[in-house]
């Protein structure tokens, strides 16, 4: 197994960093502003976090004047996640499997 599966799970295995995923995906795109002050961190600490969740591609940027503006990559964290379990050997089901066979 390559070390990108380390790299990727290294990457979302701090609390702020999934704490900024979960804020994303709760409420789109956001500001590093308004990122810092849901977060309570300092400006920095949040812009390096996103460094690290953006190298791993699972966040996406977008500039606007002086703004920056980040959105959760859900098709990358999805497809990266699913690429970890396919080198396990498992099957990969987006969907559990009470929720294919229904009621």
Do not use: C, W
């Amino acid at each position: 197994m390559s070390d990108t599966h380390a790299l990727f799970f290294k990457a979302l295995s701090s609390r702020s960093r999934t704490k900024i995923l979960q804020i994303l995906a709760d409420k789109g795109e956001l500001s590093v502003e308004e990122l810092t002050k849901l977060l309570d961190l300092a400006g920095p600490t949040v812009s390096r976090h996103l460094q690290i969740l953006r190298l791993q591609e699972v966040v996406t940027v977008r500039r606007d004047a002086q703004n920056r503006y980040y959105s959760l990559n859900r098709g990358q964290l999805v497809q990266k996640l699913a690429r970890f379990l396919k080198d396990l050997g498992s099957e990969v089901s987006l969907v559990p499997r009470a929720i294919e066979s229904g009621p």
